[in-house]
Nanobody, 119 residues
């Protein structure tokens, strides 16, 4: 099994910044992609940013220019600048990992960390 641990959410004023961190552990042969999605009540879970094992980063339109995704060893960090009230959401870390050389890529999710942007 793969465990996904998130940290870094909280309350911040508009225009402020936060950094979210995510670490994957457990039975991992290779991580194909990691990143962040977000979800508000009654809505679908939407992409924020993901990074593949070869370093390709995909940002949502709302994240471009304000958010920066970086990667470490089985970790990702999402630096969020110039936060807006509409960024308020629960942010979920996403991991797509293979448990063995012959296994396919399975998706794993963290439990979510809440970000609230409010004055």
């Amino acid at each position: 099994q793969v465990q996904v641990m998130e940290s870094g959410g909280g309350l911040v004023q508009p225009g402020g910044s936060l950094t979210l961190s995510c670490a994957a552990s457990g039975r991992i042969f290779v991580i194909n992609a990691m990143g962040w999605y977000r979800q508000t009540p009654g809505n679908q879970r939407d992409l924020v940013a993901t990074i593949t094992d070869d370093g390709k980063i995909n940002y949502s339109d709302s994240a471009k220019g304000r958010f920066t995704l970086s990667r470490g060893n089985k970790r990702v960090h999402l630096q969020m600048l110039s936060l807006k009230p509409e960024d308020t959401s629960v942010y979920y870390c996403y991991v797509c990992a293979n448990a063995s050389p012959s296994a396919g890529c399975d998706a794993y999710w963290g439990q979510g960390t809440r970000v609230t942007v409010s004055s």
